[in-house]
């Protein structure tokens, strides 16, 4: 299932109580991830399939092309690892937290040569305030920038430490932490101990990424 063919819930559905990976809308999200990771790797492996018959059958392009194939599909195995391990980290994110309704973001990054994530943005708190610049990526990387995430958000997670940012719905959620971590040091040294528990629980409580 395509993310784009998901129902496109609006702030008039808000998310249901517990963690926002309790949510329905938001394990459909995840499972459509997933599907559409590993199921890129599907041409890859079945070029490498037909290649890898004629260069048995004594095909001498085919088995010049079997090393140019091999390494290819190395390369698009690493790339759907990485992306699982991004959905994971992403889900253990939804674990730990609720969703908040938020007005939007402010993408900082503006600019035709740079349409792609990472994107630099301001999460909205309402009121026309706004957090310290955080970094989004999403799982699949090579998605460019969401124009309704300008307009409304879910977040989940703590702005100290990282979260998740999706469109209202759970869709197209992006794993999200502060750009300058370190001059948040004095914010994140406040937090409570259920704050910093729910931080690790998360995965969020370092600096890397």
């Known amino acids: 299932m395509s993310l784009n063919r998901l129902p496109a819930d609006g702030p008039q559905m808000p998310p249901i109580a517990g963690n926002a990976l309790d949510d329905p809308r938001m394990q459909e999200v995840c499972r459509s991830l997933r599907i559409r990771v590993w199921t890129r790797l599907v041409p890859e492996i079945l070029i ?21 194939v091999a390494i290819a599909c ?3 195995m690493q790339i759907a690892i990485s992306n699982a391990l991004w959905l994971r980290r992403i889900e253990r994110v939804l674990r730990a937290y609720p969703w908040e309704q938020r007005l939007g973001v402010k993408r900082l990054d503006t600019n ?29 990387g090579h998605r460019t920038w969401e124009a309704d995430m300008s307009e409304a958000i879910w977040f989940a997670g703590d702005e100290r430490f990282g979260g ?20 948040l040091e004095a914010r994140r040294a406040k937090a409570g101990a259920d704050e910093v528990g729910s931080a690790r629980r998360a995965g969020l409580n370092g600096k890397k990424w």
């Open 48 to 68: 490498a399939a037909v290649v890898g018959v004629l260069a048995a059958l004594g095909s001498r392009p085919a088995q010049i092309a079997a090393i140019f």
């Open 74 to 76: 190395f390369v698009m």
């Open 112 to 140: 035709e040569r740079r349409s792609r994530s990472p994107h630099v943005v301001k999460v909205s708190r309402g009121s026309g305030e706004w957090s310290a610049e955080m970094v989004m990526s999403p799982v699949l």
């Open 164 to 183: 998740v940012v999706a469109i209202p719905g759970g869709r197209a959620p992006m794993f999200t932490k502060p750009r300058q971590w370190d001059q």
